[in-house]
């Protein structure tokens, strides 16, 4: 890589990503609604901020929290008297903005020059990596020193393009407003009990990592929290990626920039899709909040008895976990204030659901992001 090659590709990027933020400022000088125009107003002054920021490490990106907190921020211009704004949005237009980023982030992925820019290891530019090691490497006639500060500014430069992609996608997402028609509880879960796990090709190591992790998803006794979910997800990738890595001591660093970028958006398609399975047409018009509601309804049993025959009998998709559930309460509860009850067990194992399939997803791209790298390199 030469030093006039790395300019090159590093002007192409730099020129299309300034022409997309001037089209977006454009946007908001236009005839728009007073909350379009905040929430614009929003997306750019948080990308302004990105971008003023000295790029020493990468670590000042947090890719999840940012995202949700921006994205949070903008649904409460649209819903400011609600506790939960972002629970407002309808799982159809979810799946719809996920597939519009993925189309401009496409246009990304070929550029001139991002392949050879991004070519590069995340612990490359990691803060544990040492001076001493900095100062000694270089890269053909690139001092190790300049080449860390490129792909660190190209990193940042990525950075906030994705806060303005999704930032416009949750503008479109909360904009829409239309009377809610919530299905009756036993509709939607006939609907989840047709639903269908992917088999997952993996190596018998790799296939007992994820079966680990799944039981404490499955057969959680209570009902489960998101919260939960993001450190469930986070150490199924670590242990992937640390079987595939052993000798590493930050095994998920090991992942290729732009091998994790062709990840990403194939994951963005992946689940935008979603919207197309035939039997999840009944929930494309609800509201995230009629899935998993921030009140949880408690299932009416005074001990664990029940949750015991669950795991006796290993009642193993989170769709019939749901409607056994609401079978059994129905025969053997008819007293209590049934449809109360019965949206809660939807709210539930449709959470529970969607909590499955988007670990077995992450689970399947992760062992094929860090398996195309050599064995303990």
Request: glycine letters at 4%; charged letters at 30%.
């Amino acid at each position: 890589m030469s030093i006039l090659n790395l300019a090159k590709g590093f002007l192409h990027i730099w020129k299309f990503m300034d022409a997309r933020q001037k089209r977006v400022e454009q946007r908001k000088d236009e005839r728009i609604s007073s909350e379009e125009n905040q929430a614009l107003k929003l997306v750019l002054e948080t990308c302004a901020s990105y971008r003023s920021q000295n790029n020493s490490s990468q670590e000042e990106l947090n890719f999840f929290p940012d995202t949700m907190r921006l994205v949070t921020r903008i649904a409460s211009i649209y819903y400011p008297n609600e506790k939960v704004p972002l629970e407002k949005a309808r799982i159809g237009n979810v799946f719809t903005g996920m597939l519009e980023i993925n189309r401009q982030f496409l246009e990304i992925l070929e550029l001139p020059g991002l392949e050879m820019l991004t070519q590069f290891r995340l612990r490359e530019v990691h803060p544990a990596v040492t001076e001493n090691k900095n100062k000694a490497a270089r890269s053909g006639w690139i001092p190790s020193f300049i080449l860390r500060r490129v792909r660190l500014r190209v990193i940042r430069m990525l950075w906030v393009q994705w806060l303005l992609m999704a930032g416009e996608a949750a503008i479109k997402v909360y904009a829409e407003h239309r009377a809610d028609e919530v299905p009756e509880p036993e509709t939607l879960l006939d609907e989840m009990d047709q639903l269908q796990e992917e088999e997952l090709s993996l190596p018998d190591e790799v296939r007992g990592i994820v079966e680990a992790s799944r039981k404490n998803i499955l057969f959680s006794v209570k009902p489960m929290p998101w919260v939960k979910v993001k450190p469930l997800y986070i150490s199924l990738a670590e242990n992937i990626a640390r079987f595939w890595h052993p000798r590493s001591s930050e095994p998920l660093y090991e992942v290729r920039v732009y091998d994790l970028l062709k990840s990403l958006s194939g994951y963005l398609e992946w689940t935008g899709q979603l919207s197309q399975k035939p039997v999840l047409n009944k929930m494309l018009g609800l509201r995230v909040s009629h899935l998993t509601g921030a009140r949880e309804v408690a299932l009416p049993f005074s001990d664990n008895k029940f949750f015991d025959w669950i795991q006796k009998y290993q009642v193993g998709r989170a769709a019939k976990w749901s409607k056994t559930i609401f079978k059994t309460l129905q025969k053997k509860q008819p007293a209590i204030l049934f449809r109360d009850v019965a949206i809660g067990v939807v709210k539930e194992g449709g959470k529970r659901w969607l909590i499955l399939y988007l670990h077995d997803k992450i689970a399947d791209e992760t062992n094929r992001l860090y398996k195309t790298l050599p064995l303990n390199e």
